[in-house]
């Protein structure tokens, strides 16, 4: 048997139109897809689903804790003190300008990095990769348990 590709038309095949057949299918795909998305509407209309109490943005609870991939972002604001460089910089603001810049440095490196790999600069970007992972790994515990 000779091996067809599915790509290939051959004389006794009929090639499907795009409109009004293939069209036409994705048409009836997405009205199928609404239609149960105002179902699912319906639903929740009619039978409401009580969570909890709704917010309120006056009564802040006691010990809010941010998302877990947040965690050691989190931590590391609490352990930066109030100001840094002799009470020149408040410490908040120097974590985070910090931060950005060490991700926009993270993620321009490549582009601008060039030569060749010695074995020696790959140990250092490892060595410096591996004690940043342990530092994020380290504050996101100390995070969850504090």
Known sequence: MKDRSS?????????????????????WVAMGFLGLAVIIGAIGMFHHIGLEDPAD????????????YFLFLYQLLK???????????EGRVFITVAVIVALMAWMIFPFFDKK???????????????????????????GEVS
């Open 7 to 27: 790509h290939e038309i051959l004389p006794d095949d009929k090639p499907v139109p795009f409109f009004p057949d293939h069209l036409m299918t994705e048409f």
């Open 116 to 142: 060749e790999d010695t074995k020696r600069a790959w140990w250092i970007r490892a060595a410096l990769s591996a004690l940043a992972l342990i530092a994020i790994i380290a504050l996101t515990v100390w």
């Open 57 to 68: 943005p006056l009564n802040t609870p006691l010990h809010v804790k941010p998302e877990w």
């Open 79 to 89: 352990v930066v003190p109030d100001y840094v460089f002799f009470g020149q910089i």
